[in-house]
């Protein structure tokens, strides 16, 4: 019998003005988690065992943004996000033969989220819901000399809906010979607790994921299609792994952009997104040398019809994405070299356009308006990390265990950009409205201490 317990509580606050400005935005963000678990293995023969666990997870997210002009409160904006998840176990595994091995069960599942974006908007009550889910499940693993095959399917009632989603899976490799296998991934995937995607154009907000009930009837349960295909290579040292893969998502849920403007729209858009690349790894394997080289070719494509009528590229959609590690052991010590490049994330760009209403003064003169949605891109993303870790032994005490880690992050201090957001900047003394950014930056050169000792 396992039983295990997991708590963490953070309290987080950042703080932003422009300079020679007296407008001050403190953003407060209290976040915390527990986890509690416990599961029961019982063998009732050699070849059949039964596994019976529990599972609880609570998650509370208390947001509070304050907007102060010379020290005088103008504006503040609270939400409040909540999950609670529980469920029950009940798993058999059955060895047919020393090859072949079938595992079936069932489990019951309970899922509570509470959302609230604050006075000014206003949620759907079904958005602060319970929802029960009954999970059927059945897999087969097959492993013979030359092949391994993995397949099973999860099917899901959502009770208070009464409609049923299925998850299919299949997992196959292929040994060549002594070097080379051939391998395949597809499957399909349901989640009905997802993260809300940001559209809109704000980036250089305070990260504050927020996360809702997906129903199915609604078409907002993620489904995601994924097949991939790909060789490993493996002699003499040298490990290359090459995989391609096709992933389609549909359900997404986005809050709706308002572009500064108060516009009629549903509050939650609906999309979906489109990734696909290949990823090739190389590995090689020295006397007390390791190198890793890892080189990533994507495309992610999002598509929310309630914000734009074209596809647009996602946030996070990286083209060129490589990643050199190198480490060299002698004794106790151990140097590492960690090297990160990628092709900058896109961002919007959006054009001063002239409110032609009656009896508009500045500074209101003219609004934001974004005719296309990430199509520029911020300069390309470079970091070295540079790590010494040393491992001394306790000849007197042999049970007694240290360690000594010393890191340099982004050791070439280069300023790698993020994010980039436009707004207006108006001149009181020209009266003029001008077009300017803010860019959020990740951190310089900072270096890391770590001693640990343990038994």
Request: glycine share 4%; charged share 20%.
């Amino acid at each position: 019998m396992n039983v295990g317990f997991y708590r963490n509580h953070q309290d987080f606050q950042y703080s932003f003005s422009f300079e020679g400005d007296n407008y001050l935005s403190i953003d407060k963000i209290v976040v915390d988690t527990r986890i509690a678990n416990a599961e029961l293995d019982y063998r009732w023969t050699d070849k059949w065992s039964i596994l019976f666990s529990f599972y609880n997870s609570s998650y509370t997210n208390n947001y509070l943004q304050e907007g102060f002009e010379d020290s005088l409160l103008v504006n503040a904006l609270e939400q409040f996000n909540s999950i609670d998840e529980t469920s029950y176990t009940l798993s058999n595994s059955i060895n047919i033969s020393h090859a072949w091995q079938i595992d079936a069960g069932y489990e019951f599942n309970i899922k509570e989220v509470d959302l609230d974006l604050g006075e000014h908007i206003l949620i759907d009550p079904d958005r602060n819901e319970l929802a029960t889910f009954q999970n059927p499940f059945l897999s087969s693993s097959l492993a013979k000399k030359h092949f391994t095959l993995d397949a099973g399917i999860r099917n899901s009632y959502y009770s208070e809906l009464k409609k049923w989603v299925y998850s299919p899976r299949l997992n196959a490799q292929f040994l060549i010979n002594d070097y080379w296998k051939i391998k395949t991934d597809v499957g399909i995937y349901h989640q009905f607790i997802s993260q809300l995607s940001n559209t809109n154009f704000d980036q250089i907000q305070v990260d504050n994921p927020l996360w809702i009930i997906n129903t199915s009837d609604e078409q907002l349960s993620q489904k995601s299609s994924k097949i991939a295909a790909g060789f490993v290579f493996n002699q003499s040292g040298w490990l290359v792994d090459v995989e391609a893969y096709y992933n389609k998502t549909t359900g997404l849920t986005s809050l709706s952009p308002v572009y500064d403007l108060l516009v009629s729209i549903d509050l939650f858009s609906r999309g979906s997104s489109v990734s696909k690349g290949i990823d090739f790894l190389i590995k090689k394997q020295w006397s007390g040398i390791n190198t890793w080289l890892n080189y990533s070719l994507g495309h992610i494509e999002n598509y929310f019809p309630d914000a734009t009528e074209n596809p647009f590229f996602s946030p996070n959609d990286i083209r060129h994405n490589v990643n050199l590690v190198t480490s060299y052991t002698f004794k106790n010590l151990q140097f590492s070299l960690n090297a990160n490049y990628h092709s900058g994330l896109p961002y919007t760009r959006p054009v001063l356009v002239l409110n032609e209403e009656e009896g508009v003064e500045p500074p209101f003169l003219y609004f934001l308006d974004y005719p296309e949605i990430n199509v520029e891109r911020l300069r390309n993303y470079m970091r070295f990390d540079l790590n010494v870790n040393y491992r001394p032994s306790f000849n007197r005490i042999p049970r007694l265990k240290a360690e000594c880690s010393l890191s340099v992050i982004n050791l070439l201090n280069t300023q790698n950009v993020v994010a980039r957001e436009y707004f207006q900047d108006f001149n009181e003394v020209t009266n003029s409205t001008n077009l300017a950014y803010i860019q959020k930056s990740l951190l310089g050169r900072t270096p890391l201490l770590l001693l640990r000792f343990y038994f």
